[in-house]
């Protein structure tokens, strides 16, 4: 017998005064809240599956307050996730216990916490999935889809005009609910920024109102395809300022690059010592450094126009994970 690792509620507590830290006052454990609304299709949403990514418990405090006065125009589910890692202030504890890689299946109690919620949202023919988070760098907000269909696209312009598809992995949330209905996570930017919450309210108040998909969305969207990963040497010294004597210099504005387009034959870092510690490679592990970067004196440039996307001045987060990716339009993926 698994035991259950989660609560059931049929109301939001009183989330006033409540912040990550304090969470498990009110959500002790991770908890699934079903909201009865005059539709009978719910909205999903997902929120604090990374436990130091606070944005959907803010979007969570505007609904309460707006419920005060507005009965919901459709039902609505609340998965609440990873109560404890956001107690410590941590993304996750462990990496066993990431809860944003839990649904596609496996053999843990939290892997059958998360097969019993798909299995239930399954029987009640969900209209939408939303699962909320935060970035570490400055990126606009935008959304990751898992199709290219109308739905997908409607969905994803609600919240942003930044769009990326992706198809990996397979375990992530808002990929595995793709299989019963249009389904996206919002990037909603940092953490400490309160434009987050705001933004991510209105998309959801926007799906709540909505009664049936378009065939096409009536707001812009540019949809991008990450094409390249961009790695830094881990033995390779990293600066941020004109004149350093790092193997590699980048801007200090760097992240405002995310979502730019840089056009081809524009320098992308230089290289005070010669070597070149950068590699840029795709999702199976194939070199395409030289299908994107050539080395030009000390200069690094652009093969190609690219979009560059969690491109982040944290040292940490570059060795932990990477400098940033690539993104092109899916028609120039060849
Ligand atoms: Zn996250």
Redesign the pocket.
Known sequence: MIPAVFDRLAALPDLDGVTGRTIRSVFPRPALIRLEGRRPNPVFIAVM??GD?TVGLDVLKRLQAWMATHPLPRSLWVFVGNVEAAEAGK?RLSPETDF?RLWAGGTTPLHAMAGGIKAELAAAKPFAAIDF??NTGANPHYSLVHGLGPEDRHLASLFSPNAILTLTPPAMMSLAMRKLCPSVTAECGQAKDPQGGEAGFDFLMAVLHLDRWHSEEDRELRLYEITGRVEVNPEASIGFEAGTDADLELPASLEKWNFFERPANSVFARLPLGHCPLSVIDEAGKDLTARFLSVEGDRVVLKRDVTPVMLTTSVAAIRDDCLCYFMEPPEARS
């Open positions: 599956q990374h990514e993304r944003n988070h935060n």
